[in-house]
């Protein structure tokens, strides 16, 4: 049998057994570099949001990290990632995100928070599971509160956005890819199916709950685009 092991900081090495499971041998060693880098560490952070809901994130740090000291901190999510705990990042460019084990060796906090979504109010769950984590970080005393930005791509980058509008909490962002406006995004059509996107905005990811001329508001009030005005953040 062959297998792969991994972790924040073991890469995805081949092992190699038999039925017995009795011995392992590793097969390969992929990255002999890696143990002349400084690395990182991963921990599991938990917190509840505005709503009481329990939450769990991932907060990576520098190898050497000093809670005595003051750190800049990039904020990313998309939906849920605190099963990737375990996963082992690399010393890689990724097309669309940030690769927190990069940031995090360079002397970054990157923090990734579980988001709990209610049907009709995408943005204001972002906003009510991320910002009480990022406030519990800081009370921890490690955060340089003038040096925290964020960052997210499509679904992400909408919520970059639309967070934007309503603090100015962070020193920069960067929103990728973003949706923001879901009242001309409605009608539009998918690249390759050639579906409309109709259906993604009333009951799949944007979990608006129903058809724009139902919830007109919801539509609104859930799009950045309507509150540039109140933007701040250098974007």
């Known amino acids: 049998l062959i297998y792969t092991v991994q972790s924040h900081v073991l890469s995805p090495d081949i092992q190699g057994t038999d039925m017995t499971f009795a011995k392992s041998t590793k097969l390969s060693d992929i ?3 890696q143990k002349d880098k400084k690395w ?28 005595t000291k003051e750190y800049p901190l990039i904020v990313y999510f998309y939906e849920r990632n605190s099963d990737n705990i375990h996963r082992y990042w690399g010393a890689t460019p990724i097309r669309s995100i940030i690769n927190p084990a990069f940031y995090a060796s360079r002397g970054y906090l ?10 009709g109010y995408p943005g204001p769950s972002c906003y009510n599971a991320v910002m009480p984590g990022v406030t519990q970080l800081i ?6 509160i003038d040096h925290i930005g964020m960052q997210g791509h499509s679904w992400g980058g909408y919520q970059t956005a639309y967070l934007a509008t309503r603090t100015n909490l962070f020193a920069c962002a960067e929103s990728g890819a973003p ?5 001309s ?3 539009g059509i998918r690249w390759g199916s050639g579906l409309s996107r109709m259906f993604q905005y009333e009951r799949t990811q944007s979990r608006l709950g129903g058809t724009l001329w139902q919830y007109p508001m919801r539509y609104i009030e859930n ?3 309507f509150f540039v005005d109140r933007i701040n953040t250098p974007m």
């Open 179 to 183: 949706v923001a406006n879901m009242t």
């Open 31 to 33: 990255n002999p570099q």
């Open 110 to 119: 990157v923090f990734i928070p579980d988001i709990v979504y209610r049907d």
């Open 223 to 225: 799009s950045p685009i």
């Open 185 to 187: 995004a409605y009608g």
């Open 139 to 144: 009370n921890e005393g490690y955060v340089d």
């Open 40 to 67: 990182s560490t991963v921990e599991m952070i938990n917190w509840s949001s505005l709503d009481g809901i329990p939450l769990e994130g991932l907060l990576y740090k520098p190898e050497d990290f000093d809670a």
